[in-house]
């Protein structure tokens, strides 16, 4: 009795010891599997983090190049306007001074 009982329990075993395994492998590829997942989403999330840094990077970049652009122009037109006048009224003083230095030395010569 109790050899049939060994017996029969020893080929219970090895009939059910496949069937545990692979159920326990079927739990452990479940795991890594979602764990696979899980790494996947972090890195299509970190991946569009990125892309919105970058874009909100280029965004700025451009905004500050146009402004810069915008002030360069706004200085070389004041800068233009003021620089012909300072011109105009160096020329005009030039005049009046050769025209006082003439008028100034006309009897001498």
């Known amino acids: 009795m109790n050899k049939t ?11 059910l010891a496949p069937a545990i395994v692979l159920a326990s492998q079927d739990g452990r590829f479940e795991r890594l599997r979602e764990r696979a997942e899980f790494r996947s989403e972090m890195r299509e999330a970190a991946r569009e983090r ?15 190049s146009e402004l810069r ?26 005049r009046e001074t050769r025209r006082a230095l003439r008028d100034a030395f006309r009897d001498r010569w």
Do not use: K, N
């Not at 990125?50 to 500050?64: C, D, F, G, Q, T």
């Not at 652009?69 to 030039?94: I, K, L, P, T």
């Open 69 to 94: 652009w915008r002030d360069r122009d706004s200085y070389w037109g004041h800068h233009e306007r003021y620089f012909h006048e300072y011109r105009d009224a160096v020329r005009q003083a030039m």
């Open 5 to 15: 009982i060994v017996v029969s329990l020893a080929l219970i075993t090895l009939w």
């Open 50 to 64: 990125i892309l919105a840094r970058a874009e909100a990077v280029r965004e700025r970049m451009r905004l500050r």
